[in-house]
């Protein structure tokens, strides 16, 4: 195996704008999902568990482009005689390509071009490839070359994870003579106590018109059509392929017999030996990936064969047709289960990945159940569940060897959290984990100046912190800095952002209460209208943002204004919100988020010569499940045309 970096070039847009601002997870931090009751007792545990939306300590990547740029991604390659995998460090550790060489082909989707959208965990992300844990599109991993004593070498990927505190390692392995990829991950916690985790590999695959989806069981969970109407999350119900709700008659297994887009979840049950899942197509081809315990869900998701998936696929692909299909592997039954992983104790599971060629009418076949087992033995012989179990105790063994040289550098958190433990005397993070001082940025320097006891620069007009924190391990800090700096307005707003988000609502309010004698900044004030809002306090929340001194600060982010005019609308002051709008620069009227907004109080004043040119606009960040600018269409056209019908493509993003 040869281990290599490189470039890989291709359009698209490198990076997006970040949302200063903190933006604070739902009080109601779990879900309350629906059973349509055909659930079991056992898909109940945890189901809705931390399942939320959350975003902190990170930020919203909420600024998108589509102007094509060349770019020149860095890469990490491993290959063999057989396989060349190309991963992307800047870009979550995406495996982008994973390369057939004796067929030539590859093995996975890989995009024509490389746009964020609303999409991933910080509403920034783009398909193709294999992506690990759901991770943010635009974060910056580790790449490690390891040596053993006997002279065999692998590529580690790791990172530290800040909502949690914990850590994790995937260790790739492609031994020469190999045809499949292996990878070795291990999440560890060093916490004594538990901490919430939610864990998934997304893998795309080429959709084409037979693409058949297999796993080892027939059990599935699936949302149940329409059910998210009146409510924030879906009704779930359990079926068994090929035929479930979802699709009435037709038959689920394959991805384009969906009308819309669409997802379910095959339930391999605990004691599954190595779980499997697959993607054959009409000729014969097709993908296997194959997991030691306890990665035991598949999922498949698709766009659906309506007009709104085949607007995604192009707007995803630059106009191109082909799209893709998701198979995904998961920890819990479904995305909106929960689990935890326990104090001080690490889970681990070997994943490969693989080709997978069979007659072509074996995948095809009418009865489901005849492929569903010519596939399963096929899948035995590629990957026998022996052979994983084996290579499972290989990779377990090498995983506490030490990186031997880093060969892509992550985010300087992993180093900070190891500073922290030496302050304290505490046991650093994995041994065979390095996080160098190199890595640190200027994210780190607020939180690098508390511990080593250094004075920091306090904020001034408009300013907002480079980052922010929410691990209550670095309170007793923040603290000690007030008790020496009791007039430090920037750390009365950290110590708030944390303490607010770990639900210790009341304390960080009167932190933010007292900054904003000191000097009422835009930040604190729009801290205390969250605050407000959140609670149904409408009214409070526009007092303390109609005290923020706009005219002071011509250069303030575009998304105070998002937030403000937010609340004018839901307080029924469209004239007012429309006029501040107009009086907005250009730029900042043209920002989408603003410009929709603009929108929803055009409607109810009848502003029609306005709507007419914004209903034209080329939207690129609306997300599926957003439906104000066709609600905003709709009624525009009983106004003025109501013998028009159509959805215009440019606004056709909303998945009911």
Not at 71 to 77: E, G, H, K
Not at 164 to 172: E, H, P, R, S
Not at 625 to 638: F, P, S, T
Request: some cysteine; glycine content about 6%; aromatic content about 12%.
């Amino acid at each position: 195996m040869a281990i290599s970096t490189g470039f890989i070039t291709l359009p698209g847009t490198k990076t997006v704008g970040v949302s200063p601002l903190p933006y604070f997870r739902d009080k109601r931090k779990h879900e309350s999902p629906g059973n349509d009751s055909t659930l079991l007792k056992e898909d109940l545990d945890r189901f809705g568990y931390e399942a939320a939306f959350r975003v902190l300590p990170n930020k919203l990547l909420d600024r998108y482009e589509r102007a094509p740029h060349k770019l020149n991604a860095a890469a990490v390659i491993i290959e063999n005689e057989f396989l060349k995998a190309e991963f992307l460090p800047e870009y979550g550790g995406r495996l982008y390509s994973l390369y057939d060489k004796q067929n030539k082909n590859e093995l996975l989707f890989t995009p024509s071009t490389v746009f964020p959208t609303h999409l991933g965990s910080q509403n920034a992300g783009f398909p193709g490839g294999i992506s690990f844990n759901g991770l943010s599109a635009y974060e910056k991993v580790f790449f490690a070359r390891v040596n053993s004593n006997d002279g065999y070498e692998f590529l580690r990927m790791y990172s530290y994870e800040r909502t949690g505190g914990l850590v994790w390692q995937i260790d790739f392995h492609l031994p020469d003579g190999a045809r499949e990829l292996y990878a070795h991950v291990v999440i560890h916690n060093n916490h004594n106590y538990a901490v919430p985790l939610s864990w998934q590999t997304i893998i795309a695959l080429p959709e084409e018109e037979r693409c058949r989806i297999f796993s080892g069981t027939r059990d599935v969970l699936y949302p149940v059509p329409g059910s998210k109407k009146f409510s924030r999350t879906p009704s779930y119900g359990r079926g068994s392929l090929p035929q479930i709700e979802l699709l009435s008659d037709e038959d689920a297994s394959y991805p384009m017999s969906f009308k819309k887009a669409g997802t379910y979840y095959l339930q391999n049950p605990s004691d599954a030996e190595a779980p499997w899942g697959a993607v054959t197509y009409e000729d014969g081809s097709g993908f296997l990936e194959r997991s030691t315990q306890p990665l035991r869900i598949r999922g498949m998701f698709c766009w659906g064969g309506d007009a709104t998936g085949d607007h995604w696929r192009r707007f995803l692909n630059q106009n191109e047709q082909n799209g893709y299909i998701e198979l995904q592997a998961r920890l819990t039954p479904t995305s909106l289960h929960g689990m935890d992983i326990p104090a001080e104790e690490n889970i681990s599971y070997t994943h490969v990945f693989s080709a997978l060629h069979l007659d072509a009418a074996d995948a095809t076949d009418p009865s489901y159940e005849v492929s569903q087992a010519i596939v399963r033995a096929v899948a035995n012989t590629v990957i026998p569940p022996a052979k994983l179990t084996e290579q499972h105790g290989h990779f377990t063994q090498l995983a506490s060897l030490p990186c031997t040289k880093i060969l892509s550098t992550g985010s300087g958190w992993g180093a900070l959290e190891n500073t922290r433990r030496i302050i304290e005397d505490l046991p650093l993070l994995p041994e065979q984990l390095t996080f160098p001082a190199e890595s640190f940025t200027d994210e780190q320097y607020d939180w690098l100046a508390l511990l080593n006891r250094e004075e920091l620069q306090e904020l001034e007009g408009d300013q907002i912190p480079l980052s922010w924190m929410i691990d209550l391990n670095y309170l007793p800090y923040l603290k000690d800095y007030l008790a020496k700096h009791p007039a430090s307005i920037k750390v009365r707003l950290l110590t708030g952002v944390m303490l607010y988000e770990n639900d210790f609502t009341k304390d960080a309010v009167k932190l933010w209460k007292e900054a904003q004698l000191i000097k009422p900044l835009p930040i604190l004030l729009r801290n205390l209208a969250c605050s407000a809002a959140t609670t149904g306090f409408t009214l409070e929340a526009l007092t303390y943002m109609e005290r923020i001194n706009w005219s002071a600060y011509p250069n303030i982010d575009i998304s105070f204004w998002e937030e403000y005019f937010e609340l004018l609308i839901e307080d029924g002051h469209y004239r007012k919100m429309f006029d501040l709008y107009q009086d907005l620069p250009r730029r900042k009227r043209e920002t989408e988020s603003v410009l929709i907004l603009a929108c929803e109080a055009a409607i109810e004043l009848g502003e029609f010569s306005f709507l007419e040119h914004a209903l034209e606009w080329e939207y690129i960040s609306l997300a599926p499940d957003d439906n104000r600018m066709i609600k905003i269409w709709q009624r525009y056209v009983e106004e003025k045309n109501p013998e028009e019908q159509d959805l215009p493509e440019n606004l056709d993003f909303y998945i009911s």
